[in-house]
């Protein structure tokens, strides 16, 4: 029989919190399928049982293993924050070209159109370029 490269030990404080997680209920289904799985590993459950009684993939309990090991098992409960563009306005540039677009319109136009306003956050410099999509998605954020 082969050993695990990431053995999980959990001690009885880290079981109790584990436990209380599952009690709840009110947390996230990954958050407890994820602390199913550290219990379960915990108790020498093998992974292909686990992988059977939970119905999730083996790479999840792989990686749910060595999280637990590597940065503790509160760690091995959540997902990492995920990268991301950060967004092109600000709250405040954004409350901005809010203001704006309840405004009147601009002379020629009888309304403010999403293409309008992504020409104004250009022309007001906020960012060197805009997509009409990130003022629809802004502006329905909004409504």
């Known amino acids: 029989m082969s050993t695990k490269k990431y053995k999980v030990n959990l001690s009885e404080e880290e079981k109790l919190h584990l436990q209380a997680v599952l009690r709840k209920g009110k947390s996230a289904a990954r958050k407890q399928t994820r602390a199913h799985i550290l219990l379960k590993a915990a108790d020498g459950v093998p992974d292909k049982d686990i992988i059977q009684a939970l119905d999730v993939s083996a790479s999840m309990v792989a990686k749910t293993r060595q999280r637990c090991v590597e940065e ?37 136009h009888d309304h403010w159109t999403l293409r309008l306003l992504a020409g104004k956050v250009v022309e007001l410099s906020y960012a060197s370029s805009c997509s009409y999509e990130t003022i629809r998605q802004l502006l329905k954020k909004t409504r």
């Open 72 to 108: 503790g098992p509160e760690a091995a409960l959540y997902d990492r924050p995920r990268p991301g563009q950060r967004p092109k306005l600000t709250d405040r540039q954004a409350a901005h070209l809010i203001a704006i677009a309840c405004s009147d319109a601009p002379v020629g």
